[in-house]
Structure formats: C-alpha cells, structure tokens
C-alpha cells in the first residue's frame, strides 16, 4: 500500500479470497477498488481500507452463507509482493522531482515519516503540496528558494518545486510549515540535505 503511494498509483483496493497452500495465491471472492487522492497519505488510506475492508468482508460472509460467492482464478502474471520498508526509504533526495517527493512524503505519513536533514538537525516532513513556483535555474535540489508569510516554505526539487504544509524538528511536536519558518526564521537559500 506504500508503494502504490510512492508509485502515485491512482488506486488501489480491497479483496476478499479462498485460502490455499500459497502466498495470497487462492481464488478471489470479492473486490472493490479504491481511489488514491493526489493529498491523501498512509494513515488515511489505511483508514479507508479498513472501513471499506470491513464492508466487503459482510458483503463476502453473506454471499457465502447464501451459497452465491464467486471462485475467480487469480492472474498469477499480475501478482505482487510490497517489499518491506527500509531506513533508507525513508530519506528525501531533493535531486528527485517534486512529485516524486510528494508521493514519497505521503506514503510514510504519518510514521514513520519522511526525513531529511536542516542545520544539520533531524527534520521530519508529514505534509507537502505541489506548487506552481517557477525554480530558478542556479537553484540547487533541496534549497529553499521562497520564504514568505505568503508562500510559506518552498523548496526547489530535481524538477518543479514543492511547499512544505507540516513538519516535525527532531525532538519536538508537529507544526505547520509557516510556524516552523517562523519560529525557526527559515531564510531563502537554506539547504535541506539528505542523512550525514
């Protein structure tokens, strides 16, 4: 589910199935695919899923009970595993583009979350959205390029630029991204960078 999220899948689903000897390999039962919002992330996804998993699973017990549940072979071609998630998966590189990164960000949100690294501090990164600011070409992948009460904080990307929404200093809560540039007075050229 993570990975449909990094991927920028635009759906997903819930299914119900037979069990047999295999790995998520017996006939299907029921499905319902599920739509994957642009600023929808983990958390909420997972959330949906299970409130639409619930309702399927109803759906499944009853159409057993009335002796009319399907036997739908799977595709084996089709089918795949999600790799499990590493520490490293867990690093923005501002060298990719800014919706690589978006994604990214949401498939790790709310935890473990998305990192990178600000004077020299560990940054969590829980909300981002794309943004229409033009990078100005010297701007380096992960330099803070607008900083404003208006823009807030917008970061120059590989390709296009990205607005922090919220984030969480090491050992400290949540904030927005506008308190953070102002508590933390963020100035324009400042570098977010990948782990030490």
Do not use: C
């Amino acid at each position: 589910m993570r990975r449909a999220i990094f991927n920028g899948e635009k759906e997903t689903g819930v299914t119900t199935m037979y069990l047999d000897e295999g790995w998520d390999t017996g006939d299907l039962i029921l499905q319902e695919k599920v739509p994957i919002p642009l600023d929808m992330d983990y958390g909420e996804l997972s959330t949906e899923l299970a409130q639409r998993g619930a309702s399927l699973m109803a759906r499944t017990v009853r159409a057993i009970l009335e002796g009319d549940a399907p036997r739908i072979k799977q595709d084996e071609g089709k089918a795949s595993h999600e790799p499990l998630l590493k520490p490293e998966d867990e690093w923005v590189d501002w060298s990719w583009s800014a919706e690589t990164i978006h994604n990214r960000v949401r498939g790790l949100a709310p935890q473990p979350a998305a990192r990178t690294r600000f004077r020299g501090s560990l940054l969590k990164i829980l909300r981002t959205s794309l943004s229409d600011l033009p990078v100005s070409s010297p701007a380096k992948p992960g330099t803070v390029f607008a900083s404003s009460r208006a823009r807030g904080i917008v970061e120059a990307t590989g390709q296009g630029s990205l607005r922090l929404e919220a984030v969480q200093p090491q050992g400290k809560r949540p904030i927005s991204a506008l308190d953070f540039r102002n508590g933390y007075k963020v100035s324009q050229g400042e570098v977010l960078a990948g782990p030490a």
